[in-house]
């Protein structure tokens, strides 16, 4: 007998990707149970298995950084007196990636790259143990919002957030809908889509030096590298990448702040014009600004 879940929930979160540098994703979550009834001739209560699977991925997946472990450009490297864990992802031209941060701001993939397969594995182990008796096998299945426009992946943190948006390196992947004088502006989706290509949303007041790092593995140069962090409840958040893969705004990068943003550039793109701007923060959810 088999009980499937659509829709259990959907994961935003980011990677670390050789091609790419860091991605944000948001991926939706499906779900296959094996098994043989239970005393409630069921193989379990849908109620339990959206709230307690929902919980395990949230915990192990949801706002995190992915890191493949098993990748030639990592370096892990953990701190003895703290939870404190340090990531160095080498890109190419002699660029990097570099993170100091609480080790729950990461899920570790041992793999060479982060796939649907390889998270879906690391997610089918860690929640294996937490199944009932009469529950022989688990399928989780990852999918992408079908989207038919322009769409972004972006990475941001949220040092405000009570929750795990404070982490530093978390990420959606997003739609754009602009209406310019009341019409559909797919030349203005298509222009943030590339322009939000892969990019990382910083807040200015979180800029810091090379020299202010607490970093132990120093990069031989931080020459076209920006470099952020703040102090949140969950701790301190460290973060290094290149300047091209960075796009810096005076706020903070909630998705209010990032439509309002959208919104303003828009209006000295196209002067004189009316402008709507729906940005959106993953799957189904966003701020709308208007004129």
């Known amino acids: 007998m088999q009980l499937f879940v659509n ?3 959907v994961m935003d979160f980011s990677y670390l990707c050789p091609q790419r540098g860091m991605v944000g994703e948001s991926w939706i979550v499906d779900v296959l149970l094996d098994g043989t009834l239970n005393e409630e001739s069921m193989v379990q209560d849908f109620g339990i298995v959206k709230k307690n699977l929902k919980r395990l991925i949230d915990s192990y997946v949801d706002h995190k950084l992915l890191v493949p472990a098993e990748c030639s450009a990592t370096t892990i490297r953990h701190d003895d007196d703290t939870d404190y864990v340090e990531v160095n992802f080498a890109l190419a031209d002699q660029k990097a ?5 609480p080790a729950d701001a990461y899920a570790f993939i041992y793999a060479p790259i982060i796939t649907m397969e390889s998270v879906s594995e690391y997610l089918r182990e860690v929640i294996a143990t ?8 688990l399928t989780i299945l990852l999918r992408t919002e079908v989207i038919n426009t322009p769409f972004y992946h972006y990475t941001h943190g949220l040092k405000k957030h009570d929750g795990n948006c404070q982490r530093i390196a978390h990420g959606h992947r997003s739609k754009v809908d602009i209406y310019t004088d009341g019409e559909n502006d797919l030349e203005s989706q298509t222009y943030w889509a590339n322009r939000w290509c892969d990019i990382y949303i910083a807040s200015e007041e979180d800029r810091i030096t090379a020299e202010q790092l607490k970093l132990q593995q120093k990069l031989p140069s931080y020459q ?3 470099c952020f962090a703040y102090e949140a409840t969950q701790g301190y958040f460290e973060i290094v990448l290149p300047e091209s893969q960075c796009e810096v705004i005076t706020t903070d990068s909630t998705v209010e702040c990032l439509a ?8 000295l793109r196209k002067p004189g014009s009316h402008c709507c701007v729906l940005a959106y923060e993953g799957v189904g959810k966003g701020a709308r600004v208007s004129d």
């Open 7 to 9: 829709d259990l929930t």
């Open 130 to 137: 937490h199944l009932p008796d009469n529950v022989d096998n």
């Open 224 to 226: 076209d590298h920006v």
């Open 97 to 101: 990636i570099q993170m100091y941060c």
């Open 260 to 267: 309002q943003y959208i919104y303003q550039q828009q209006k």
